[in-house]
């Protein structure tokens, strides 16, 4: 029976940060915005850059900042209910599924890097939030979103394991990252081929 509770406590969790992270932020600015599906315009992707470049800087800005808010509440609000790592960690993957494929738009979604980082900053926070400082000064300077991205995605697991985290942690601040550029790469070189823009 306690095998069975805690299995519906990982399942309920999950969903909840599912349900969290597919908030589809980038394609509800474009509708307001424009009337337009994300998908259909710019490179398809439900994202924040897509929604930078086709609908404007402030609201894509807007949509990013959304997109980490979303991952960090993912990951807090489960730790609110129950405080355990291998749950928390279950609810920021289960967040960037949300938004990657979410059920709201047919499983069509973005790419997750914003939530990604919100992900990471909660459950990461003693490296995370100093690297996300030094990466938004970097997007001061360089005005490309790549650069700090870059900067912190892949600085997260570099310091990681040095900042005394524990294996687990330091792995899965390895393995977002790398779910992250699976990602990239399913929605710009395997989607395409089997499905077309709305």
Known sequence: METLTEIAHWLGLGLLAYAIGG???AYLF????????IRGIGDNNSGAANVFREVGPRAGLSCG??????????????????HDTGIEMLAGICALAGHNWPVYLRFRGGRGAAVAVGVIIATLPLIAL?????????????????????????????????AGYPPEVALYALAVPLLVGMSHVYSTRILPRFQKAP
């Open 23 to 25: 908030i589809p932020t």
């Open 30 to 37: 474009t509708r307001y915005a424009l009337g337009r599906d």
């Open 65 to 82: 900042a959304i997109d980490i808010i979303k991952g960090g509440v993912a990951v807090l609000a489960v730790r609110l209910i129950i």
């Open 130 to 162: 100093p690297l996300g400082a030094l990466s938004l000064i970097a997007l001061y300077h360089t005005r490309k979103a790549m650069v700090p991205l870059a900067m912190f995605l892949v600085g997260i697991p570099v310091l990681s394991w040095p």
